[in-house]
């Protein structure tokens, strides 16, 4: 370890609620032994936070009040796997404009979404169509006074750093920010660190996966800080650079929304809660240049 400061504060680690567990009472309690001091909401008993009940959802806040956790990030599914190019898009701003109203019911002004997978048309349509829809996803973005962290996933800007700039840099809003997870490249083919690099001065929060890229292309997620995606040399160069925001673990140990895989129960919360551990021993020893710059990346 270098001779710089070391240690992410706990304040700024949370973890994506429903991958420890359906329900928000048990979400509350597995945060809150690891001792974050936050939960990233993106289902509650297997149902999209923007589908909930609006009373439901202000009971939610005060659960979550009491139990002193925060909501630093909503996860809508606008542009992601689960949908396409090629779908309704007034359904996809609809479902944007209800994550919106129940992410200021609970106190936050984040919202991650992504930029849209295929579904047949030739490059350059695709992304004329994904431009035509972030654009006015930022318009209502800005309009209500949120931000939408676009993530390095499915969609057309998740292909690459250079898409991933060409997007942002293109439509230019402060209301249009990034959400980097680490464990991403394995999936797509590409290094994390030489992506954070490219993208480092427009990301506002981080994703923790790991994990390693099988012969076939496909990743196999496991514990943080043990597999090829560099965690700790991405978390130095954000510390390094003075990042401010929230390092939320994504385990897919457990739960894979996408591949519709869940173990459930007792065994989804112990794989959980043991990542969500050894995350914070990673990180209480992730160096931290002094100056805020140049921490080193060789991990």
Known sequence: M?????????????????????GLPEQIRIHRDIGFPAVELRTVDGVGLHDLPEDRVRAFADTLAGAGLSVPVVDTPV???????????????????????????????????MSYPNDGLP????????????????????????????????GWAGQGFRQTLELVTDIDSPALRLLFDVGNGLAYGYDALPFLRETLPWVDHVHVKDGVRNAD????????????????????????????GWYSIEPHVALIPH????????EMEKAYTEYGHRFSELASTVAVAPSGRGARTDA
């Open 2 to 22: 270098s001779t710089a400061a070391a240690g992410v504060g706990k304040p700024r680690l949370c973890g994506i609620g429903d991958e420890a567990a359906a």
């Open 123 to 154: 490059e350059g349509e695709w992304r004329a169509e994904v431009f035509r829809r972030m654009r006015r996803l930022t318009e209502l973005a800005e309009d209500a006074g949120v931000v939408l962290l676009h993530e390095n996933c499915h």
């Open 79 to 113: 542009g992601s796997w689960a949908v396409s190019v090629t779908g309704d898009f007034e359904l996809e701003t609809d479902i944007l404009r209800r994550a919106v109203v129940r992410a200021r019911i609970l106190g936050c002004r984040s919202l991650r979404v």
């Open 259 to 266: 591949l519709g895989i869940s173990a459930g129960g007792p």
């Open 217 to 244: 292309g496909s990743a196999v997620f496991g514990l943080p800080g043990e597999g090829e995606a560099r965690v700790r040399a991405c978390m130095e160069l954000l510390e390094g650079s003075g990042y401010q």
